[in-house]
């Protein structure tokens, strides 16, 4: 994955979900807590980070909810 795609994408959207090939589950990047570098994403967390490198991302989209998920 091309880091200056996903730092975009993130300045954009504001937040992002990224699907990480070492991770089963995907992670939600947001502008204050994820720093972009040019070889790996640094996401800061409660209680730690978590580093991985750019080309383990494997896709991203925009993160959206809709009316459903909040009951309406």
Not at 16 to 22: A, K, N, R
Not at 40 to 45: G, R, V, Y
């Amino acid at each position: 994955m091309n880091a200056d795609t996903l730092q975009a994408e993130l300045e954009a959207a504001g937040e992002l979900m990224v699907t990480v090939e070492t991770f089963e589950e995907p992670l939600e990047l947001h502008r204050h807590d994820t720093e972009i570098g040019t070889e790996e994403i640094t996401l800061e967390l409660t209680d730690g980070k978590l580093v991985f490198d750019v080309d383990a991302v494997v896709g991203y989209w925009k993160h959206q909810h809709s009316l459903s998920d909040y009951g309406l």
